[in-house]
T-cell receptor
Framework: GNSVTQMEGPVTLSEEAFLTINCTYT??????LFWYVQYPGEGLQLLLKATKADDKGSNKGFEATYRKETTSFHLEKGSVQVSDSAVYFC??????????FGDGTTLTVKP | EAGVAQSPRYKIIEKRQSVAFWCNPI?????LYWYQQILGQGPKLLIQ????????DSQLPKDRFSAERLKGVDSTLKIQPAKLEDSAVYLC??????????????FGPGTRLTVT
């Protein structure tokens, strides 16, 4: 079956540090890939997405590139802020819309 | 536009009791999902509806869980009888029609269930 593996957390960084959260997937066909974020006390919301190989999704300074050859979709940000502290989930959708989520990575950014 | 609505937000029950959760998706969204999120884990898909038909319920424990989506809009998820391991947050999400899986999901705030 389909699966999504994220780097284990928690991750603690200082403000303005570089962020990478690794995500690899296993799926048949050509899934769409997503990063969702859950801020403290809030619901899950979309951060960015990519729907085909080599696409780059970006939003709020975050980026991730759909790498089919390595089946990866790593999340990056050049300079994190305290307000980026949240739980980040990598997910995939098959063409039929079936979703699989990773277990989440908790990011804490300290001033 | 109004988001995905869920109720109740919190529920505490004893094991072997029954409980029901309600979800109202975003207007016009054909696809509706129910997830179970256990603390420290990612959301696990329980059931997916397309309009009022079931697309995937392979991970739904059908001996105790049931779900319906009448008229292709609102949905209810029921647990009967509940077990301790059912303690989790139950998330409802919806997405627009079409898109062949490329559309993102819009999540409700979730219902936190505690089974004692």
């Amino acid at each position: 079956g389909n699966s999504v593996t994220q780097m284990e957390g928690p991750v603690t960084l200082s403000e303005e540090a570089f962020l990478t959260i690794n995500c690899t997937y296993t799926a048949t066909g050509y899934p769409s890939l997503f990063w969702y974020v859950q801020y403290p006390g809030e619901g899950l919301q979309l951060l960015l997405k990519a729907t085909k190989a080599d696409d780059k999704g970006s939003n709020k300074g975050f980026e991730a590139t759909y790498r089919k050859e390595t089946t990866s979709f790593h999340l990056e940000k050049g300079s994190v802020q305290v307000s980026d502290s949240a739980v980040y989930f990598c997910a995939l959708n098959t063409n039929a819309g079936k979703s699989t989520f990773g277990d989440g990575t908790t990011l804490t950014v300290k001033p | 536009e109004a988001g995905v609505a869920q109720s109740p937000r919190y529920k505490i029950i004893e094991k072997r009791q029954s409980v029901a959760f309600w979800c109202n998706p975003i207007s016009g969204h054909a696809t509706l999902y129910w997830y179970q999120q256990i603390l420290g884990q990612g959301p696990k898909l329980l059931i997916q509806f397309q309009n009022n038909g079931v697309v995937d319920d392979s991970q739904l424990p059908k001996d105790r869980f049931s779900a319906e989506r009448l008229k292709g809009v609102d949905s209810t998820l029921k647990i009967q009888p509940a077990k301790l391991e059912d303690s989790a947050v139950y998330l409802c999400a919806s997405s627009p029609p079409g898109g062949a899986g490329s559309y993102e999901q819009y999540f409700g705030p979730g219902t936190r269930l505690t089974v004692t």
